[in-house]
């Protein structure tokens, strides 16, 4: 998985709470991703194992992780009937 030193840095510093496989099961399937007007793209899934949406924000290669945390505003798309 490639991260940029912020990532490496700061945000794994401040929550060590963290995993890999989060981050890496959001990057294969995520339920929802939007590109900020930065460039850069984020992507949230569901982690069953905490019972919340991560968000994990990553360069506009959308390979390389920026910053991951627990989002508490994110709503999931509703699924469209028909």
Known sequence: MKTTDYFRLSVLARRPYLRREWIEQVLMHPIHTDVQ???RIRHWGYISEAGKFLRVVTE??????HNAFFD???????????
Do not use: L, M, Q, Y
Request: proline residues 20%; without cysteine; neutral net charge.
């Open 60 to 65: 506009p290669d959308g390979e390389t992780v």
């Open 72 to 82: 508490r505003r994110f709503k999931p798309p509703e699924e469209k009937a028909g």
């Open 37 to 39: 007007p930065n460039g």
